[in-house]
């Protein structure tokens, strides 16, 4: 008897082809294996993930570029904020100042209004000048206590600066 071949019918071009089958189709016998891995021709491999290989020194560049930008942006900017700190002390300063003159001229208007009126110009010609009226005697005392004591505490000033100012002062260089 004749050998029977068998036909295989063909895919239509559109239909999808399993992934990892290779050819047109046709399959290499089961027994026949391929010489270097052992499985059969067309049998799909499994999905090993590849690592991601980068090239040396990569990441130390990268590193080194984010500290130099830090750097320059850093030395650009710290005028700019030095500047802009020591003006703000200095707009602190000036407004406690003017604080103590409104204080000091409201006093010496006090002061003036009273240097108006009779009792006030009688007032200090008698402190200040030792005068009396017509039968009166002036005493003077020499030598008592004075009831008015003054004590300076050196750099009390500065104490009352917190720890946050003191640092940023010394940063900003404001004095």
Do not use: C
Not at 8 to 24: E, I, L, Q, T, V
Not at 77 to 95: A, G, N
Not at 139 to 151: D, K, N, Q
Request: charged share 25%; hydrophobic share 35%; no cysteine.
């Amino acid at each position: 008897m004749a050998a029977r071949r068998t036909h295989k019918k063909k895919a239509p071009a559109n239909a999808r082809r399993a992934p990892g089958k290779r050819g047109s189709g046709a399959r290499a016998s089961s027994h026949s294996r391929s010489a270097t891995s052992g499985r059969p021709p067309g049998s799909r491999r499994p999905h090993v993930a590849k690592k991601k290989t980068r090239k040396p020194g990569s990441g130390r560049a990268a590193t080194i570029a984010i500290v130099a930008a830090i750097i320059v942006a850093a030395w650009t900017v710290y005028p700019v904020l030095r500047i802009q700190y020591q003006q703000q002390r200095e707009v602190q300063s000036l407004e406690t100042e003017l604080i103590s003159l409104e204080d000091r001229n409201a006093e010496l208007r006090q002061q003036v209004d009273e240097l108006k009126t009779p009792e006030g110009v009688e007032r200090v010609a008698r402190e200040s000048l030792g005068m009396v009226k017509p039968g009166e005697q002036a005493y003077v005392v020499t030598g008592g206590m004075s009831g008015e004591t003054s004590v300076t505490v050196p750099g009390s000033a500065d104490d009352t600066r917190s720890l946050a100012r003191r640092i940023l002062d010394a940063v900003f260089g404001f004095e």
